[in-house]
């Protein structure tokens, strides 16, 4: 069974400063995809960033980009210049390739400090 | 706008009574789902649909039944075989593909059983 382990339930980050939440997962699929959803108090799940396992090249979208590591099975979010609409849970998610079963983390509630 | 509405927003129901959640969608995807999420977890899979008059469960299906008889709607009926039927409950969608195309969600209902 898969598994997607986020280890730190909580973190904080200054105004403008640089984050990084940590994702690690379990699988012996070698295609698959994942994902960084973000909720905020308004509890919608938003889509950050999605990388698909075959693709060398990490992933970006604006101040969010990822570390992943397909060998050390990582997948870590990167958030830069964070601003205060960014503080929110953040789901990792993984997905095999073909399937519908989306496995969630347990998240990570990120406060930012002005 | 094109989105995933759910409704309500807020529900309580009394212990032993079966209850409806309603998910409906005009994003024209074909496959839904829903999640639980409990304070302190990820989401949890409940049950998907791939087609309209199919569905699948997930990894937590006792004691929840669903339907898909238009494309639009996935209503989610929570049962009192539920043991513990208190939770926050998210619809989404995705287009059916092998790309793993993302969820999108809807804002989510909280159900309180007393």
């Known amino acids: 069974a898969q598994t997607v382990t986020q280890s730190q339930p909580e973190m904080s980050v200054q105004e403008a400063e640089t984050v990084t939440l940590s994702c690690t997962y379990d699988t012996s699929e070698s295609d698959y995809y994942l994902f960084w959803y973000k909720q905020p108090p308004s509890r919608q799940m938003i889509l950050v960033i999605r990388?698909?396992?075959?693709?060398?090249q990490n992933a970006t979208e604006n101040r969010f980009s990822v570390n992943f590591q397909k060998a050390a099975k990582s997948f870590s979010l990167k958030i830069s210049d964070s601003q205060l609409g960014d503080a929110a849970m953040y789901f990792c998610a993984y997905i095999p390739t073909g399937s519908y079963q989306l496995t969630f983390g347990k998240g990570t509630k990120l406060s930012v400090i002005p | 706008d094109g989105g995933i509405t759910q409704s309500p927003k807020y529900l309580f129901r009394k212990e032993g009574q079966n209850v409806t959640l309603s998910c409906e969608q005009n994003?024209?995807?074909?496959?839904m789902y829903w999640y639980r999420q409990d304070p302190g977890q990820g989401l949890r899979l409940i049950y998907y649909?791939?087609?309209?008059?199919?569905?699948q469960k997930g990894d937590i299906a006792e004691g929840y039944s669903v339907s898909r008889e238009k494309k639009e709607s996935f209503p989610l009926t929570v049962t009192s075989a539920q043991k513990n039927p208190t939770a926050f409950y998210l619809c989404?969608?995705?287009?059916?593909?092998?790309?793993?195309?993302?969820?999108?969600f809807g804002n989510g209902t909280r159900l309180t059983v007393t």
């Open positions: 990388q698909e396992a075959y693709k060398q």
């Open positions: 989404a969608s995705s287009v059916l593909d092998r790309d793993n195309s993302p969820l999108h």
């Open positions: 994003l024209n995807h074909d496959a």
């Open positions: 649909s791939q087609i309209v008059n199919d569905f």
